[in-house]
């Protein structure tokens, strides 16, 4: 009940509501979040090309490195992704899957990787995006 009034009363806040009755949507609702262009302050942007974003927008998905991690962030939802990250020479470093619908953003750390040249590549059914960066 308190997050109901919470709710209610951020709703009112912002203009949301009237003084009419309302039925309240008891459901979850989505907070839209301001895009984000760049990653993160401390980040090195990493350039990201493919289909992945094609009619969608060229910060539907950010990335950046750190001197120990990178940071991928989604502007948007794309469902079930795979990250991957190869090393200069095709290798795979690392491989996870990550839920956009619940997960805006992930940080992956890479501190104990060897100095060279990565690829990162975000992938689902619909396409891909990749981009390389420079571990020193």
Same mark, same amino acid.
């Given at each position: =009940? ?8 951020? $709703?009112?806040?912002?203009? $949301?509501? &009237?003084?009419? %009755?309302?039925?309240? *949507? ?7 979040? &301001?895009? =984000? #262009? ?18 969608? +927008?060229?910060? #539907?998905?950010?990335?950046? #490195? ?7 962030? @989604?502007?948007?939802? @794309?469902?079930? !992704?795979?990250? &991957?990250?190869?090393?200069? =020479?095709?290798? $795979? %470093?690392? &491989?996870? !899957? !990550? *839920? ?9 750390? @890479?501190? *104990?990787?060897?100095? +060279? ?6 992938? *689902? %059914?619909?396409?891909?995006?990749? +981009?390389? @960066?420079?571990?020193?």
């Amino acid at each position: =009940m308190k997050t109901k009034t919470l709710l209610l009363v951020g $709703l009112c806040t912002i203009g $949301l509501c &009237s003084w009419e %009755a309302q039925a309240v *949507n008891t459901k979850p609702i989505s907070i839209i979040k &301001s895009e =984000m #262009a760049d990653p993160p302050q401390g980040y090195e942007k990493i350039d990201l090309q493919g289909s992945l974003m094609y009619g969608i +927008g060229p910060n #539907a998905i950010v990335a950046g #490195a750190s001197d120990v991690d990178i940071y991928i962030g @989604f502007n948007q939802s @794309f469902g079930n !992704v795979n990250i &991957s990250i190869y090393n200069g =020479m095709g290798n $795979l %470093a690392y &491989s996870t !899957v !990550v *839920n956009t619908d619940v997960q805006p953003s992930i940080i992956i750390p @890479f501190a *104990n990787v060897l100095s +060279g040249t990565y690829t990162v590549e975000v992938s *689902n %059914a619909n396409g891909n995006v990749e +981009g390389d @960066f420079n571990k020193d």
